[in-house]
Nanobody
Framework: QVQLVESGGGLVQPGGSLRLSCAAS????????MGWYRQAPGKQRELVAT???????NYADSVKGRFTISKDNAKNMLYLQMNTLKPEDTAIYYC???????????WGQGTQVTVSS
């Protein structure tokens, strides 16, 4: 059973920064792609950023230049560094992992990020 646990969310003022973490219960060896998604009230869940096993990254236009996705293979950790946060970044952020040979991906429980003065 795959377990993903997000942490690092909280309340931050506009222009501030947060670093989200996702701890996986399994090794990253068999992971094809990992990513961060978010869902704001009244909106559909959307992709924020992804990273492949080869460290190729992809970002939503709304966060490009402000957010950075990274991973630590030795620690089985996924990160999302969020800088210059805006109120529209307010959402629940979810960690997602897709494994090689498995048709469905796995989700964490989510961590709340609130950007407000």
């Amino acid at each position: 059973q795959v377990q993903l646990v997000e942490s690092g969310g909280g309340l931050v003022q506009p222009g501030g920064s947060l670093r989200l973490s996702c701890a996986a219960s399994t090794s990253f060896f068999n992971i094809a792609r990992m990513g961060w998604y978010r869902q704001a009230p009244g909106k559909q869940r959307e992709l924020v950023a992804t990273i492949t096993s080869g460290d190729n990254t992809n970002y939503a236009d709304s966060v490009k230049g402000r957010f950075t996705i990274s991973k630590d293979n030795a620690k089985n950790m996924l990160y999302l560094q969020m800088n210059t946060l805006k109120p529209e970044d307010t959402a629940i952020y979810y960690c997602n992992v897709a494994y090689r040979g498995i048709p469905t991906s796995y989700w964490g429980q989510g961590t709340q990020v609130t950007v407000s003065s």
